[in-house]
């Protein structure tokens, strides 16, 4: 297991730059640290989701992420290193799939809600979808592993599935409506 921090701060990232994996020292709103940085928030979101109830599939599922989110940020964080495997995408995949089987087709949009923990997920779902982004941003002037662009794309899909999941079990979905309350 890599370095282990002894001491929290290190004053060397007071000039406004920070270091990556291999000691390559760049600027803290370099496209790189905005990539990794938004994968680490998505991270912190899913563990508002977490803190939620949950039915213990949910849970499960949510907690192998953050270990997957995990291996994404290291990934990010040192260039020309590949941490996410194509089985990553396999499994949300599958997962999406067991979850999605379940539920009704979709024959509105839904609005973000249908309870606290179908709405923590959907805010996790726009973050991971700017995390995405971020990645798209750096990939077009750096060497990203594409397999990380698939899964972050993969992954919101599974947490739009599964904010589906939570409203249905406790608020229910909220069906958004053209053009209604506009003459309030």
């Keep these: 297991m890599g370095h282990r921090l002894s001491k929290i701060y290190t004053r060397t ?11 390559l020292r760049v600027d803290k709103d370099h496209t790189r640290i ?9 991270n912190s979101v899913i563990a508002v989701v977490l803190a939620c109830e ?4 949910v849970r499960t599922v949510l907690i192998a992420v953050q270990n997957d989110l995990f291996d994404l940020g290291s990934e990010l964080a040192q260039p020309d290193k590949q941490l996410i495997p194509a089985d990553y995408v396999t499994r949300l995949e599958t997962t999406l799939d ?3 089987e379940a539920l009704p087709p979709l024959k509105e ?16 779902r726009t973050v991971c979808r700017r995390a995405e982004r971020r990645v798209v941003t750096l990939s077009k002037n750096e060497a990203v592993n594409n397999e990380s662009l698939h899964y972050l794309n993969r992954l919101s899909d599974l ?4 904010a589906r999941v ?4 406790s608020a229910g979905e909220v069906l958004w409506q053209p053009g209604k309350n506009r003459s309030v």
């Design 13 to 23: 990232g007071d000039n406004g730059t920070t270091g990556l994996g291999g000691g």
């Design 34 to 42: 905005e990539a990794f940085g938004t994968v680490d928030e998505l």
């Design 54 to 57: 949950l039915p213990d599939a």
């Design 98 to 100: 067991r979850f999605n």
């Design 109 to 124: 949009f839904i609005l973000p809600g249908g309870g606290m923990a179908a709405a923590q997920c959907h805010v996790a």
């Design 159 to 162: 947490l739009f599935v599964l």
């Design 166 to 169: 939570l409203a249905r079990a």
